[in-house]
């Protein structure tokens, strides 16, 4: 894991607007941040806050206008989202709904070669998934989508 700094950032969005051209907003304005290495971020707000926006500028889905995005000090403006080693769970998850909670968790490993290494890394990254939910998920395992609740999924 890393710290991540955002260090004045500052981000813009641009949409068609109805009729006439494009219109803008504001979605983040001189931004600092700072999340500690190994801390859990829980990002609440109204719609239309910046939370996305936030979280896609972290991820490396977005460019910032302007300001520093840091892990452990290092800039990654420039890294591919795939390079950063972060993730992001939005509230509506795009789960798998012929596969069962495992596999959906698992999901990443699914596309993988099947390696002694990469089963250990899968058993590992899911042990310390359901450790920071601080729940116990054995119980939802074998269940599709379809068949649990909003909380549970």
């Known amino acids: 894991m890393a710290r991540i700094d955002l260090r004045n950032v500052c981000k813009t969005l641009s949409e068609p607007a109805s009729g006439r051209g494009r219109r803008t907003t504001v979605a983040i304005r001189d931004l600092t941040l700072r999340v500690p290495d190994g801390q859990t971020m829980v990002v609440l707000g109204p719609s239309g806050c910046g ?4 979280l896609k ?3 490396g889905l977005l460019r910032p206008d302007s300001g520093d995005v840091l892990y452990n000090d290092m800039d990654v403006k420039d890294l591919a989202p795939g390079e ?3 993730g992001m769970v939005f509230q509506n998850y795009a789960l798998y709904p012929h596969l069962a909670s495992r596999r959906n968790v698992l999901s990443y490993f699914l596309f993988r070669k099947k390696t002694p290494d990469l089963v250990a890394l899968a058993r590992a990254k899911f ?3 359901s450790e920071l939910m601080g729940v116990e998920l054995a119980y939802l395992l074998d269940r599709k989508p379809t068949t649990l609740s909003g909380g549970e999924k």
């Open 127 to 129: 042990e310390r998934t």
């Open 84 to 86: 950063r080693q972060i």
């Open 57 to 59: 500028l972290i991820a």
């Open 51 to 54: 939370k996305t926006t936030l």
